[in-house]
């Protein structure tokens, strides 16, 4: 199960950063030209937001089951060393407030009246997700 939910985190990593990156770039482009905000466009924003929350519950569930995780952090010693600390608290922490921002940034979105607003709504607040998704990546587990 472990090896399992690790490569099912590892390789939904990239397809929820992807989507993030186009996204915002999507809303942004929105923004800028003036468009009208339509029911493709909230569908779009949707994927990312789907892709990040099934990211959320994976990492959630391998967080206790994985020797990185919850262990690492109970066990002692992991607030000393920057590797342990890293996949035992900073990046479980750090993602969970970037997917509430992710979260915010596509309900705000559907509550707001004008479409330059609602596409502003989904790139900044999903560009901050992302920013701090990328903060806090163990990148040498990850590609190294
Ligand atoms: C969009 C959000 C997230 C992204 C993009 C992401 C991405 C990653 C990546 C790329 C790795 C390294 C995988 C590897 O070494 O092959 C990783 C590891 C890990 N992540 Fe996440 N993660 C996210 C959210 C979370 C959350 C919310 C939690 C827990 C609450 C979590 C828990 C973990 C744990 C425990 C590991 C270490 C797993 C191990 O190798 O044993 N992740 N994550």
Same mark, same amino acid.
């Given at each position: +199960?472990?090896?399992?939910?690790?490569?099912?985190?590892?390789?939904?990593?990239?397809?929820?950063?992807?989507?993030?990156?186009?996204?915002?770039?999507?809303?942004?482009?929105?923004?800028?030209?003036?468009?009208?905000?339509?029911?493709?466009?909230?569908?779009?924003? +949707?994927?990312?937001?789907?892709?990040?929350?099934?990211?959320?519950?994976?990492?959630?569930?391998?967080?206790?089951?994985?020797?990185?995780?919850?262990?690492? #952090?109970?066990?002692?010693?992991? +607030?000393?060393?920057?590797?342990?600390?890293?996949?035992? #608290?900073?990046?479980? #922490?750090?993602?969970?407030?970037?997917?509430?921002?992710?979260?915010?940034?596509?309900?705000?979105?559907?509550?707001?009246?004008?479409?330059?607003?609602?596409?502003?709504?989904?790139?900044?607040?999903?560009?901050?997700?992302?920013? #701090?998704?990328?903060?806090?990546?163990?990148?040498?587990?990850?590609?190294?």
């Amino acid at each position: +199960m472990y090896t399992g939910l690790q490569h099912a985190h590892s390789g939904l990593a990239y397809l929820a950063l992807a989507a993030l990156v186009l996204v915002i770039i999507y809303a942004l482009i929105g923004s800028l030209s003036g468009k009208a905000f339509t029911e493709k466009d909230r569908k779009i924003a +949707m994927i990312a937001f789907i892709l990040s929350h099934t990211q959320l519950l994976i990492g959630l569930i391998l967080y206790f089951v994985s020797p990185l995780g919850f262990s690492l #952090l109970t066990g002692g010693g992991a +607030m000393s060393d920057s590797a342990a600390r890293l996949t035992a #608290l900073e990046h479980p #922490l750090i993602n969970i407030v970037a997917i509430v921002l992710i979260s915010i940034g596509y309900i705000r979105a559907k509550k707001l009246q004008e479409s330059r607003a609602k596409f502003r709504s989904i790139y900044m607040l999903y560009a901050v997700g992302l920013v #701090l998704i990328l903060s806090r990546i163990p990148w040498a587990a990850w590609l190294g």
